[in-house]
T-cell receptor, first 112, second 112 residues
Framework: DTEVTQTPKHLVMGMTNKKSLKCEQH?????MYWYKQKAKKPPELMFV???????INESVPSRFSPECPNSSLLNLHLHALQPEDSALYLC???????????FGPGTRLTVT | AQRVTQPEKLLSVFKGAPVELKCNYS??????LFWYVQYSRQRLQLLLR??SRESIKGFTADLNKGETSFHLKKPFAQEEDSAMYYC??????????????FGKGTKLTVNP
């Protein structure tokens, strides 16, 4: 398996909902990332996990809560989001932190 | 400041014409640069990395430290090259953290 997978592909949630995004890779990569991408903009880094430890939090609001249960899995827990949080959420992985990254297809999130 | 500049938001060429997508960077250390491509409705894909000096899909990019540039070139553009192209730089902080910083992207359209 040489891809990063993300589920769900699309998610619509209300501002009071709690939902989770899931990312998985089986390439043996030890660094995983969450990005947010607004339409026609480049990806913006949110979090970096290296060897299952949170290494970077780019001052992301606490309504986004990342979790790395094991070296293959990365979750992003969402709670009390705002409409401006609507975006494409991308997961990426790399063999090591700082090496070239491979991206998943993203989850398109709409907050109503 | 560490940044990546892609001066052209949009670039349009005809099929068979040469194409050059510009990328300039500002970085105090030794740069590690990448080109990523995002085709319509597809995931962000790694196209080139400067350290490998390879040619992918006919594209090449040479790092010019004197001009702080990493322009992407292809001698004969094809319609399937139409996509959004992002230049990216790995930025390392003194604290040991590393992150991928993207330029704003250039949307390439190859006309028949």
């Amino acid at each position: 398996d040489t891809e990063v997978t993300q589920t769900p592909k699309h998610l619509v949630m209300g501002m009071t909902n709690k939902k989770s995004l899931k990312c998985e890779q089986h390439m043996g990569h030890r660094a995983m990332y969450w990005y947010k991408q607004k339409a026609k903009k480049p990806p913006e880094l949110m979090f970096v996990y290296s060897y299952e430890k949170l290494s970077i939090n780019e001052s992301v609001p606490s309504r986004f809560s990342p979790e790395c249960p094991n070296s293959s899995l990365l979750n992003l827990h969402l709670h009390a989001l705002q409409p401006e949080d609507s975006a494409l959420y991308l997961c990426a992985s790399s063999q090591r932190w700082g090496w070239e990254q491979y991206f998943g297809p993203g989850t398109r999130l709409t907050v109503t | 400041a560490q940044r990546v500049t892609q001066p052209e938001k949009l670039l349009s060429v005809f099929k068979g014409a040469p194409v050059e997508l510009k990328c300039n960077y500002s970085y105090s250390g030794s740069p590690e640069l990448f080109w990523y491509v995002q085709y319509s409705r597809q995931r962000l894909q790694l196209l080139l990395r400067h350290i490998s000096r390879e040619s992918i899909k006919g594209f090449t990019a040479d790092l010019n430290k004197g001009e702080t540039s990493f322009h992407l070139k292809k001698p004969f553009a094809q319609e399937e090259d139409s996509a959004m192209y992002y230049c990216a730089l790995i930025v390392r902080s003194q604290g040991g953290s590393e992150k991928l910083v993207f330029g704003k992207g250039t949307k390439l359209t190859v006309n028949p």
